[in-house]
């Protein structure tokens, strides 16, 4: 039986940049095993060959940029033969998936504005887009995460900026990265032909509602933002709860080599 594992990587794989112990044999096991893994991550800010370098420096286990799916690559497939141009309130990662799409990033005449994390934000880029999107204009965004974390305590995220933006305008976007649609689609193309997924992460709105959506099963980990399982809401409610992603491949009935 083909086994397909949708990976989260913050959290899971890594917290900020320290490997979680055990995470290095877990994907070794689950290569050996044959199964599919494909890492999914609602960070826009990276394009997935830089996603994929960092899974490999920091896990120690070589990725390839095609097992990454980033939520700047599900905005921009959302996007793909439509609009031509977009204003974006975002980084590298963004910018480039629009451009693999034939979007070009214009400042004048958008037919959109795509929002996802931008670590550069400022008073004048929320002003501009708040005028495009008061004049009616396609509202995109990467993902509603609100927070990210961070060895200081949790950060501004996406759905932070994402929010003044509603707030400012009256808006609601389209949503394109976990657990939405575009993503979705995204993961299962990139997955192809498996008999069973499993999808392990450690935030129930983003990957566990991802795996209730799609009718996969769901793996909670306890290294990331929930620490405490029964804080998970009834309805998203995993199959499995493990430590860490180190117990998943055991727990699967996949054997990890010494
Ligand atoms: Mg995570």
Redesign the pocket.
Known sequence: MTLGIVC?????LYLHDEPVPGARAALEAFAGAGARVVFATNNSTRTPAAVARVITERVGHPVRADDVVTAAVATARHLEGGPSRAMVVGMEGLVSALAEVGVAVESEFPEVVVVGLDRELTYRKLAAATLELARGVRFVATGLDATFPTPRGPLPGTGAIVAALAAATGRTPEVCGKPHPPMRRLVRERLGAVEEVWVV???PET?LAMARAEGWRAALVLT??TRDPAAVPDELRPDLVVASIAELPERLGIRISP
Do not use: I, K, P
Request: proline share 0%.
């Open positions: 989260d990587l913050d959290g899971v992460g450690d935030r990957d990331g933002v």
